[in-house]
């Protein structure tokens, strides 16, 4: 029997400054798989395998695959380097495979806006890809600096602001909250 679908797939939003975006779209997909959904995560600009969500991910989550396209080390917005973006360009056209060809009910694309607000990928072809999505698809994408076009397509935005962060007092990021 074909699994049930989502009946009608959104376009959400997790943006701002403050800390809870990419955590937000893991609680989402917690909760989708809980009814028995299928959920693709594509990280762009990260390709460290340290990140506690791949871990649990492989480990206890076999409807949740999270996909990496960047490198470890950070991008240099002024200066990114080519396997900057040519993998953030290959990280775009996987999600617009899997969303295509809809074997998930849930596709997150996380960090995908800074992708955007460093230039990594065009906008464009994203908001293309927006509009093109099946009706089955639930579609979140996260990071700072969402572009006004994306905001304008989108069905929900949530944007998460800083009251305070323990990195102002000098702590560092830790394991099991921030990686
Ligand atoms: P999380 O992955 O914990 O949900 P996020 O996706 O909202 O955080 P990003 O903007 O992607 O946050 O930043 C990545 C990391 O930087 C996170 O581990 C987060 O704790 C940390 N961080 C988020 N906001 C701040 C801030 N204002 N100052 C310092 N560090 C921050
Ligand atoms: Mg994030």
């Not at 009608?8 to 909760?31: D, E, W």
């Not at 490198?71 to 290959?90: G, H, M, W, Y």
């Not at 996987?94 to 996380?110: F, G, P, Q, S």
């Amino acid at each position: 029997m074909p699994r049930k679908r989502m009946t009608k797939g959104m376009l959400q939003v997790y943006t701002g400054n403050g800390k809870g975006k990419t955590t937000a779209a893991l609680g989402l997909a917690v909760r989708a798989i809980g009814h028995g959904y299928k959920v693709f995560m594509l990280q762009f600009m990260k390709g460290s395998k340290d990140y506690g969500e791949l871990q649990a991910a492989e480990k206890y989550l076999p409807n949740l695959i999270i996909v990496q396209s960047g490198l470890e080390t950070f991008v240099c917005k002024e200066n990114p380097s080519r396997t900057d973006i040519e993998l953030a360009r290959q990280g775009l056209e996987t999600a617009k495979k899997v969303i295509r060809e809809e074997h998930y009910d849930m596709v997150i694309l996380d960090e995908i806006n800074v992708a955007l607000d460093f230039n990594l990928i065009d906008l464009t072809e994203v908001v293309d890809m927006i509009k093109n999505k099946p009706n089955h698809v639930e579609l979140v994408l996260t990071g700072r600096y969402v572009p006004a076009k994306i905001v304008e397509l989108a069905d929900l935005v949530t944007e998460v602001s800083l009251v305070k962060h323990p990195y102002y007092k000098g702590v560092s990021a830790r394991k099991g909250i921030e990686y």
